[in-house]
C-alpha cells in the first residue's frame, strides 16, 4: 500500500510539470479554468491570490496540471522547482531545448538516467544554478524550501542576464541559511514577495503555489513571458 501511494504520488509530480505526448490527457489546457480545482482560484477561493500567476504559467506552458487539477497546495521538491525553471528557460527563448543535453553519466548516484528529473537537474548542475546536498547526492525528491527555490533562481537570473529592475528597497533579513542570505535579499529588495498573502520562514518548505508564485512574478519582473 505505501509503495503504490509512493508512485501516485510520483505520477502526480510528473503530471503537473510535463505534458503527456499521449491521449490520455483529453484536453490542451491553456487557462485555471480548465482544471475541476479552477474553484480554489476564483472568488474567494484559497488560492485566489496565485490566479494570474498559474494562468500566466499554464498559458506559457511552464506548467501543467494531471488530468484534472493543479493541486496547488501540495508540497513541491527541489527536482520539480528545477523542472519549472528550465521550461522557464525554454518558453522565454533563453535556452534551446535542443541544446540541454547532459553530459556523461549525471553528478548525483541518486539521479538516475531513467528519472524524469535527470535532465532539469543535470542540466541545473552543470551550470552551477543547483548542488546537492553532499558531494554525490542532490534528494531531488526532497521538499523544497523558500530558500532554495530563491537560491536556484537568483542564478538563473544572474547566469542568464535576465535584469529585474534596481532594488526598491533594503531588506536585512535574519534566521537565514548565510548560503541562502544574498538570494532571499536579491528577491526581497525587488519586492518579489508583494501581495503574498502569508507570513512565513524562508526556511519553510513550498508548495506548487509558492513555486508558481515565485517564478510568474521573476518572469513578470524580467519581462521573460
Known sequence: MRKGKRLLCLILSLLLLFPMSTSALAADFSSVEDFQDSQDFIGEGPYS?????????????????????????RKLSRAEFLAMMLRLGVQSGILDQSAITPSGKGHFVDVRPESWYWKSVNWAAENGLAYGVSA????????????????????????????????????????IAPWALRSVQFFGERQIWLNYPQLFSHKDFATRADAVFLIARAAQLGNLL
Open 136 to 175: 554525490d547526492r542532490f534528494d531531488p525528491n526532497g521538499t523544497v524550501t523558500f530558500q532554495e527555490m530563491e537560491c536556484f533562481l537568483y542564478r538563473f537570473v544572474e547566469k542568464y542576464h535576465v535584469d529585474l529592475g534596481e532594488p526598491t528597497r533594503f531588506v536585512d533579513y535574519v534566521d
Open 49 to 73: 491570490w496565485c490566479y494570474s500567476e498559474f494562468q500566466t504559467l499554464i498559458q506559457n506552458k511552464v506548467i501543467f496540471g494531471d488530468s484534472a487539477n493543479l493541486l496547488p497546495g
